[in-house]
């Protein structure tokens, strides 16, 4: 996995500089692919299993899925992309995201303008999962707002923590949403991924090995995915008209 910091530059957009940023990582990459699947950030995602009672047509499902979708989130209609995705092997339940159109058609732009081609925008807990295989929940701290996603059979939970917290916070608020998602019924985590600045991985790793959880840097690609982490292009909301191409 390879990372590149967004340089300051107090002449350009931000969108710009993230995007001028992408070109150049992905131009380091010694392949000329440029399809590419996205994920949104999981502070503008919701998901969750919906269930699906003996007899439904999929029309009905998705009518469904948008009532629920109402009293899910509080954006208006106009703002929200809704996306209902069958689990495999589950032929009564289907996954339910959510995601705000706004930042949908940001991502795309941003893809885009780095010269990419998105086919496809995943949920970031299914992504991850795919991704890091091996353990129990993932602490993402490479940007300002820092997210703890803890796995599950079939959708995960995620906790999102204000910017720049000092590390012993960040490891206190991580303790307690650790045993939240315990509470809720969540497998009890003991292999926990961090993905961060080397220094602050470092920190955490040692505040949170004395509470017994086996911490680890990302790896990527060693492990097999299991059956139920879901097929590519899971989610692809339907975000054609704002610039999403097929594959």
Known sequence: MQTLEVRPDEGLPDDLRVAQT??????????????????APSSDVVTSVFRCPPGMSRSEAE????????????????????????IPGHSDQALLSIARTSVIERLIALAN????????????????????????????????????????QFVGTSSTFAPRLLDERLAALVRTALGEARRDGFADVQRLAVIGPRLRYESLQELLAIDGYHVSPVTIGTVEMPSWAFAYGLAS???????????
């Open 63 to 86: 009518r469904a899925g948008a009532l629920e979708a109402d009293q899910t989130v509080p954006w208006p209609t106009s703002e929200r992309l809704v996306a209902l995705d069958p």
């Open 237 to 247: 909301w339907a975000v054609a008209p704002r610039g999403l191409k097929a594959a």
């Open 113 to 152: 303008a780095a010269g990419l081609r998105p086919v496809a925008i995943d949920v970031p807990s299914c992504a991850w999962r795919r991704a890091v295989v091996e353990v129990d929940a993932l602490l993402d701290c490479s940007s300002d707002r820092a997210c703890l996603i803890v796995f599950g």
């Open 22 to 39: 992408l070109r150049d990582l992905v131009t380091s990459f010694s392949t000329h692919e440029r399809r590419c699947v996205l994920a």
